[in-house]
């Protein structure tokens, strides 16, 4: 039997053909992943790391710490405001000393000068009395106005006028305004003796340069119940009497108010 089997496969040439065909066209299996894996194994820096026991935030700690950081943001901000009103405050308390300084500085420096003075009740009213026979609406001692006239006289001759300055109160309808200077120097020298024609145009009230920029309100009342800025003192001196008011245009900083007094009188 086993010689007779062995003829018989050896008789059959064609399928030990067949069969050698059949292996070399079968494709060589793949590994496993599992078996790829442990064969040639990833890097470390490219594995995902996996922690034990982590897990994500959830809505409620989300929602608190989202409150956490504002409360922490609106606290810094609160502060960041208050710093720059502080600011905004003590820069105008030094503009206001600046102002009295300079504003001081200045009336004294001209005042001790000057041959005498003159007070009217404004830049604009400068007359009383009817027209051709008008004079000087000059405020008296023990009265007060927003406008003085400093009248230096010609050297070579006390009658004629070689210098006018003037400082005045330009106030607005709430009665906060600048202090504003006009100076006229005439040559030769004047020999009018009507102060208000040597005095610059009515029209010139807004336009001449001022002393002090900031809000300023009179604080001398004299004989009347209305507030000016120069008091008649005697016929001998000026009082200046004012409040100066710095006002901030946010509606955030206070407003910063400081009043001065102080008196000069002409030397010249």
Known sequence: MQGDHAALHVADPGRQHRAGLHRRDQKPALPRPDVLSAMCPRPSFLRPRRCPGRRGFSLVEVMVATAILSLVVIMILSLFINLMKSYKYNTFRLSINRDIRTFT????????????????????????GPEGSEVLATMGDGESGDCLLLIFKDPADDTKIQRLIGYYHDPDSDGLGPVRKFDSTFSPSSSSTQLWTLMPATSTLHTNPDIISAGIVGRATGTSS???LFYNFFNRSVMVKGQINYISTDGLTRRAVSTYNFTVSPRG
């Open 105 to 128: 500085n200045e009336l004294t420096d001209t005042a001790t000068y000057a041959n005498y003075f003159v007070i009217l009740e404004d830049f604009s009213s400068r007359t009383t």
């Open 226 to 228: 209305v507030r000016k």
